[in-house]
């Protein structure tokens, strides 16, 4: 950030960055007050139920600290889309949290410029909230609908449902890594390592930091999924520790074949087989869908998956019992890596 910022108050900084006229009161938006009062009121359409989410980035955690601040506004509100595209709903209204060192325009004008291009795209609007300084913070609470008792969840799914997931996993934790080789950091214990990447193909690296620094929720597939999933979660920690969520509030044991796990050709280009596989199933960041769909349905889904450019690739299946069953190469596998958690 600007360390001579031109003075800007907490209420020049609304109203330049974030307040936005003309959209609030749209008509089809839902929005009868927004930015500028105590507290926004906001219209649920007609036999829909009102979904919340919200999500914290922090930098140094999340992302890092030099990064786009057109990029971390776009994760901010991305993160958040993608919980509703895991429950089936339609993404509306948002509020932003927003602490930062200082009001630097420069800074403040890519950040609000990436949450409002992403917001635009999925028809969200900015309702309200809150500024102070501090430590870079971004808090955003995402609002959003779906038709009563039609939204996904994770305790749906049966017995003899097969599992999939969208995209290609991995692809995030890569990112991450090159962003923070790049930046000539390392986190505690971490090892660089080099050889973890055969060619360094120019196309494959912008491709793979793009992943992890413009994240593509999955919304109008989570719609379309409705009716069709049984259950459903977004991948934000990486397979291996949500997985096992999935399955428990279910009540049935996973069996995956890790094998299956969709790759992506940039993610091979770079990396060896072993950490391919490691990102893959541990380094969290993709926000993919993890769905449980029966077997006489997943065709549908396919189909649905392709008329939106999404693939969906079949990683294993739901049965009776508890826990979490991998395999590779037909033999028990015993993964290497944990996923994310913040506090481990």
Known sequence: MDKNPRKLGEFDLIERYFARSGRSGAADSGVILGIG??????????????????????????????????????????????????????????????????ADPEWLAQFSAGLHAIADRHGVALVGGDTTAGPLTVT??????????????????????????????GDAGAGLWLARSAAGIAREGEQPAPAAFDVLDAGAV?????????????????????????????????????????????GLAAEVDVDRLPLSASLCALATPAQARDWALGAGDDYELLLAVAPGRFAQLAAVGADLGVSVTQIGHLAAGCGVHWTAGGRVFAPSVAGFDHFR
């Not at 601040?69 to 932003?96: E, K, Q």
């Not at 413009?214 to 409705?226: I, K, Q, S, Y």
């Open 37 to 102: 009062d105590d507290a926004a009121v906001l219209r649920v359409p007609d036999g829909r139920e009102l979904l919340a989410a919200v999500d914290t980035i922090v930098a140094g955690r999340h992302f890092l600290a030099a990064a786009d601040p057109r990029a971390i506004g776009h994760r901010a509100l991305a993160v958040n889309l993608s919980d509703l595209a895991a429950m089936g709903a339609t993404p509306a209204w948002a509020t932003l949290a927003l602490t930062i060192p200082s």
């Open 140 to 169: 955003i609470q995402i609002l959003g609908h779906a038709p009563r008792g039609t939204s996904l969840r994770r305790s749906g799914a049966a017995g003899g449902d097969l599992l999939v997931v969208t995209g290609t996993l």
């Open 206 to 250: 912008r491709e793979l930091l793009r992943r992890y620094e413009f994240p593509t929720p999955r919304v109008e597939f989570g719609l379309a999924a409705r009716g069709l999933a049984s259950a459903a979660m977004d991948l934000s920690d990486g397979l291996v520790a949500d997985l096992p969520k999935l399955a428990t509030a279910s």
